[in-house]
């Protein structure tokens, strides 16, 4: 299959429209990261999406809404909870966790009668979805397991030859994927971290959102899960991460005496004086915004640079920081060394 890599216009848009209406996958851009979409209504569409991705297939998608009204055909109902977390944050990097309309197919819900809707902020992604008419599935849009990808060049990297379009819509705001909120229950609780924390969400309705401990401790693969991300490896280069928590003076000392051949650090910005192996940076110490938003590319290039073992700083693990640090010890397998 030859794909096309093709920047955003108003004719690669109607060509993605085209697509997804017949069963076709694309990748388009969102605010958050690349996502490899197709129609959430069709089994073949999301067989081809788990395909590509070599994803398995308990494992549920996310489906995207570009208004409110296409919400009816996703839902079976609305929870209260949830109208007003999509009033206060949709569009944007919310994803919430509702009743599965019987439209839906199971596939795109690896066999739940739940479903994940969100409705991105991207234009071009909203773009696609209204002039196509078609609520897509849109699982991050690289190989299952590795860093998710935050630009076109790093999708066209991963999906070339196995789907027929990549649209170029420059680099994500975000960089990491969209807070996952389940609102089944009496009480709200987070599944996937984000850029929405649960202090954003209880500002809204009021009452106290839970966070799953599964973000922090993991969850076996043979659990049934609700949301992307929970279980599996994930967001892993090639390399062997481990994450050192401590000072970064224990940090480099610890780095020192363990190095070994082809081994880099992963650490924040102006701290690279204090290795004599190779650093990368993905952000600022104090700015878990700038952390989020680089972390994939920083991992991506690790692999780029032939990193074998990769020692990375611990970020925080409050606010936005938890979403950071949930991708790091899933790149990591859970590996952690108090230092």
């Known amino acids: 299959m030859k794909t096309e890599f ?21 990748a388009v851009p969102t605010e958050t990261v690349y996502g490899l979409a197709g129609d959430a209504k069709n089994s073949e569409a999301i067989s081809k999406i788990f395909k590509a991705k070599g994803r398995p297939n308990d494992n549920p998608l996310i489906v995207h809404i570009g208004n409110m009204d296409m919400l009816e ?7 209260e909870d949830a109208k007003k977390l999509a009033d206060a944050f949709w569009p944007g990097p919310l994803t919430i966790i509702m009743p599965k309309g019987e439209k839906i197919c199971k596939e795109t819900c690896a066999g739940l009668d739940s479903v994940g809707v969100r409705m991105p902020k991207n234009e071009i992604a909203r773009a696609i979805i209204n002039e196509s008419g078609i609520a897509f599935a849109a699982p991050s849009a690289n190989l299952s397991g590795k860093p998710s990808p935050t630009n076109a060049t790093d999708v066209f990297e ?9 649209i170029d819509g420059g680099e994500c705001e975000a960089g990491v994927e969209s807070t996952v909120v389940s609102v089944l229950g009496k009480t709200p609780i987070i599944l996937r971290p984000g850029v929405v924390t649960a202090v954003d969400m209880e ?13 922090t401790e993991g969850i ?12 599996y ?15 970064i ?45 680089e972390l994939f590319s920083s991992l991506r290039k690790l692999d780029k640079l032939g990193a ?19 991708r790091l010890i899933r790149s990591a397998g859970f590996r952690i060394i108090e230092v």
């Open 233 to 247: 490896k994930h967001y892993s280069p090639e390399a062997e991460v481990v994450i050192l928590k401590g000072t």
């Open 203 to 215: 500002k809204v309705l009021g009452k106290h959102v839970e966070i799953s401990k599964a973000i």
């Open 220 to 231: 076996s693969d043979e659990s049934k899960v609700l949301s992307p991300g929970m279980k």
């Open 249 to 293: 003076e224990n940090f480099s000392k610890y780095v020192s005496e363990n190095k070994k051949e082809n081994t880099y650090v992963l650490c924040f910005d102006g701290e690279e004086k204090f290795f004599d192996v190779p650093a990368i940076n993905y952000g600022k110490s104090n700015d878990p915004k700038s952390q989020a938003h």
């Open 73 to 79: 055909d996703v839902v079976r109902f609305i929870p």
């Open 158 to 166: 991963d999906m070339n030859g196995k789907i027929p379009l990549v």
């Open 6 to 26: 093709l920047r955003a216009s108003s004719e690669s848009i109607k060509l993605a429209c085209d697509l997804l209406r017949h069963g076709e996958v694309v």
């Open 308 to 326: 074998k073992l990769v020692y990375a700083r611990c970020p925080e693990t409050d606010g936005v920081a938890l979403a950071v640090y949930n």
